[in-house]
């Protein structure tokens, strides 16, 4: 079955960095669009970057332009999302995302709280 794994969330100050990591396995990861996807308190989950199944097409929610960066290594089955000059704004749960066989698949989420 589809498995997600995300990693690297943590606590950082405003204008850090953090790199998120997503372990994907059950699937053929080298064929698939990859998402990552968050919730802010007390908001409904929203897209925040996504990438095609080689690579060489990404695209990102406005407010994170220029900051975030969708990443994949198809040889690791691994996607990532580097996250520069963190705002506040960005505090929210963070999930990898996969459509698969007629269905979106989660990963369980990381927590990044951006604070000083």
């Known amino acids: 079955q589809v498995q997600l794994v995300e990693s690297g969330g943590g606590l950082v100050q405003p204008g850090g960095s953090l790199t998120l990591s997503c372990a994907a396995s059950?699937?053929?990861?080298?064929?698939?669009?990859m998402n990552w996807y968050r919730r802010r308190p007390g908001m409904e989950r929203e897209l925040v970057a996504t990438?095609?199944?080689?690579?060489?097409?990404?695209n990102y929610i406005d407010p994170v332009k220029g900051r975030f960066t969708i990443s994949r290594e198809n040889a690791k089955n691994t996607v990532y999302l580097q996250m520069n000059s963190l705002k506040p704004e960005d505090t929210a749960v963070y999930y990898c995302?996969?459509?698969?066989?007629?269905?979106?698949?989660w990963g369980q989420g990381t927590q990044v709280t951006v604070s000083s």
């Open positions: 995302s996969v459509y698969y066989f007629g269905r979106r698949h």
């Open positions: 990438i095609n199944h080689n690579g060489d097409v990404t």
């Open positions: 059950g699937f053929t990861f080298s064929f698939n669009i």
